[in-house]
């Protein structure tokens, strides 16, 4: 599927890009908030206007000056996001007026202004108004006027817009498998992302809490459709204040939930934490695939029984996730790196195993010949017949004579003996009873 045509909206920090991304695909997808330069990564979203159709790039805010290693990155994807659009939205605040970091910004895409749409922000009242003619000194054509809280104006972007863009079908494809990379801070969750994308997409830093928001990126690999998300690293709640750093670690648990397949980073170097089984546990209790991945695997010193003893221990931590496939890796030598999205996509595809009624109760049957079910709560278990009733995670109904009678032990009996029949790698399964009504 051939991606839709970029459109990148940049500016300098605080001006209300992200305010007017969430505006033009209409829910909170970048963070907002009064910190200034809270977005560093890009953030991506797939939007239809007057049945164009778009990818819209909202970037992290243009920093004039700033020597930091966090703040040079942000700046060289503001200008690489530009530069790779097929349209610019260039974004300022009227209440601060035409500023050195708008005019440093436009000498960066001096031969870029040809796709530049000016729309300038925060226009709430007539004196707002009469204050942007004093952007027309940037030198931009084509200007506009919106207030991106309110969405004043901002359809009359939309249409310019999509007038500059190609008018065509939007391409019908499978949906993208979404797979989040959630973790604590500081355990190479951006250095994943940028290793499987074979390019440095997000911003890397030895300082924990680097990435605030959640990335998508599309990739392709072996003609298949991948979105990657990278999410903020989740903090203990006890460290977690009310304000920013609580809204990063929502939006990690939040995508954990949302997504296919989880990949839930861990720093093989170091202890595993009450934090990284919490983590864990999201993408569990969402019932979406896991892989676990233990990664920085190049600093730890081994021998032939390291692996496994570091698997082990993360099955003994991670006691819920023992279907969880465990896979050692290094973002920064690329150990095995190629080795994760074939599994995630192996993992899809045992989440939408769909198994025949004959098969699946010619299965009961050999289990509960096996082990009977026995003497308990007063009564002995019986199955009368068994069904799928879903997928993503399959899901399997037994029909019984009283649910009572089987103990949870004894379901978890036929929940393993049903993954050793079939395949079931990297996913949950749920197995409910329904009682023969009287």
Known sequence: MKRPPVVAVVGKPNAGKSTFFNRVVRRRRAITHATSGVTRDVVEELVFWNDVPFTLVDTGGYFFGARDAISRGVRDRVIAAAKSAAVIVFLCDVDTGPTDEDE????????????????VNKVENDADRW????????????????????GEGVGEVLDEIAARLPRRAAPRADAPLAIAVVGKPNVGKSSLVNALVGEERNIVSEIPGT??????????????????????????????????????????????????????????????SRQDVRVASEGHRARAGIVI?????????KDSKTEASLIRTIREAMQFLYYAPVLTVSALTNL????????????????ETKVSTSRLNKAIETITTQTPPGYYA?????IYYATQTGVKPPTFTLFVNKAAYFPRSYIRYINNQLRNMFTFEGTAVTISLKSKER
Do not use: C, Q, Y
């Open 104 to 119: 440093a910004l436009l000498r960066e895409l001096r031969s870029e202004r040809a796709r530049m749409i000016l729309v």
């Open 131 to 150: 204050s942007v003619h004093e952007f027309h000194r940037l030198g931009i054509e084509t200007t506009f006027a919106v207030s991106a809280l309110h």
């Open 211 to 272: 990435t605030r928001d959640s990335v998508s990126i599309v990739v392709r690999r072996a003609g298949r459709e991948f979105v990657l998300i990278d999410t903020a690293g989740v903090k203990r709640r006890a460290r977690t204040e009310r304000g920013l750093a609580a809204i990063t670690s929502h939006r990690s648990l939040s995508s954990a939930r949302r997504a296919d397949v989880v990949l839930v980073v861990i720093d093989a170097s170091a202890p595993i």
């Open 293 to 301: 991945l233990a990664n920085k695997w190049d600093l730890v010193e």
């Open 336 to 351: 095995r790196v190629d080795r994760i999205l074939p599994l995630a996509a192996r993992i899809e595809k045992a989440r």
């Open 378 to 382: 007063g009564g002995a278990g019986k």
